[in-house]
């Protein structure tokens, strides 16, 4: 009798461990400054021109992975009257992105991040995030040097 409690007891705690190593298992997750590799120094530190309307927002959730602020891309119409826009951004700003940033987990895989910061009316300066897919240039924005290579090829500026 005492020997099979110690198996159950056994089987138990082990059962306890291996469930507890799954939830780790899903539940890990990792950052990584990617600022320096070779395929996101191109996006950092230059203005890029903005050409589609995008939004500065904070999080309601906590869903953000770097920081409780935002770039919401949309439309005009969508922003109208969004108390939640801390700042919006029109066709021809400028947005300046100062760092890359990888987010892992083993629930969601790797999400990477554009990371910024922005002045508010307020004077605050704050750091934003925008997710991002690095297979493809951000088609939100366009470098000075893209915006001006478009205008001579569609014959729209001298």
């Known amino acids: 009798m005492k020997k099979s409690k110690m198996i159950i007891a056994g089987i138990f705690i082990a059962a306890l461990v291996f469930m507890g190593l799954f939830l780790w ?12 590799d070779q395929r996101f120094k191109p996006y950092l530190n230059k203005a890029y021109i903005v050409k ?10 906590s869903s953000n992975r770097f920081s409780a602020y935002y770039i919401d891309v949309s439309s005009e119409e969508d922003f109208k009257n969004d108390p939640s826009i801390l700042k ?7 947005i300046t992105f100062s760092t890359a940033k990888k987010y892992f987990s083993y629930h969601i895989g790797d999400s990477y991040y554009l990371l910024g910061k922005e002045k508010l009316d307020s ?9 991002a897919n690095f297979d ?16 001579k090829i569609i014959n729209d500026f001298p």
Do not use: C, N, V
């Open 88 to 94: 919006k951004y029109h066709i021809g700003d400028t």
């Open 123 to 131: 004077g605050e300066i704050i750091e934003f995030e925008y997710g």
């Open 25 to 36: 298992f899903i539940a890990y997750s990792s950052t990584t400054d990617l600022s320096h």
């Open 136 to 151: 493809y240039s951000p088609a939100i924005w366009e470098s000075l040097d893209e915006f001006l290579e478009r205008r």
């Open 52 to 61: 589609q309307p995008s939004a500065l927002k904070r999080s309601i959730e």
